[in-house]
């Protein structure tokens, strides 16, 4: 089965508060989103709310709830008390917990596992009591050992961060390399019991590769590049040719 789509609406949050005008309102390209085919909607809070707001959460907690009851809300964020509290008040089906500093422009890397397993530990437990799935954001070149101990934090998923990978597109050598690394820490990760998504950076152009060196690739993460997409082709446009790009036929 091919892997799902969610669309993360950052960058459209990011837009609106540009001018603090209701428009784009996240909503309705929300709707458009999962109108089209998306599998489910992506937003990262950050305390400054640059991007999206925590407002924003209930609304689109909503949106699926009444709409599209067969997509999922996935909420990302570094695990501070307000991070918590916000996912256990808006209900994601899933939680996607990366290592940011509060001033980073966006995610650029992933957790060190042996260092923070016993930070991580009961906020796995906590989330997962609550109903969620807990994903966590990995480098491509994680180690087996490192995999393992993400496992045994009770997370049930990685999340790939393909930033690397869509850099080196110049170079279809070293692309080629990129996502033999995914495709062997997507295994590591499935030996150990857990499921694969994978984000950052990925395009039309990029993600079939992705998809080739990943076959137990569960879902993608997309939001800068489909929205640069959706500015010459529309949102619901942008949507169907990602789905393509999995695999998904249209």
Request: proline share 6%; charged share 20%; hydrophobic share 40%.
């Amino acid at each position: 089965m091919p892997a799902k789509l969610s669309v993360n609406l950052n960058a459209i949050a990011l837009l609106r508060n540009r001018r603090d005008l209701p428009w784009p309102n996240v909503e309705h390209i929300g709707r458009l989103a999962l109108g089209a085919g998306a599998h489910g909607l992506t937003m990262h809070p950050r305390p400054d709310q640059r991007h999206c707001r925590d407002s924003d959460l209930p609304v689109l907690r909503a949106l699926i709830d009444d709409e599209f009851r067969d997509a999922e809300f996935n909420i990302e964020g570094y695990p501070t008390a307000e991070f918590i509290a916000l996912v256990l008040a808006n209900e994601p089906e899933q939680v996607t917990l990366v290592p940011d500093d509060p001033a980073q422009a966006t995610s650029d890397h992933g957790w060190d596992f042996v260092k923070h397993s016993t930070m991580l530990t009961p906020v796995v437990k906590k989330l997962k009591n609550a109903g969620c799935r807990v994903a966590m954001f990995c480098d491509p070149d994680a180690s087996q050992s490192a995999i393992e101990v993400a496992a045994a934090t009770g997370a049930d998923r990685l999340e790939l961060y393909t930033e690397p990978y869509a850099a080196s597109l110049g170079d279809i050598d070293k692309a080629k390399a990129q996502a033999q690394l995914l495709g062997r820490t997507a295994h590591y990760a499935k030996t150990c019991g857990m499921e694969v998504n994978a984000g950052h950076d990925l395009t039309v152009d990029n993600l079939p590769m992705v998809v080739t060196a990943i076959p137990e690739l569960s879902e993608v993460s997309i939001g800068h590049g489909l929205t640069a997409d959706a500015l010459e082709y529309g949102m619901a446009g942008a949507v169907k040719r990602f789905l393509t790009a999995l695999g998904r036929p249209q």
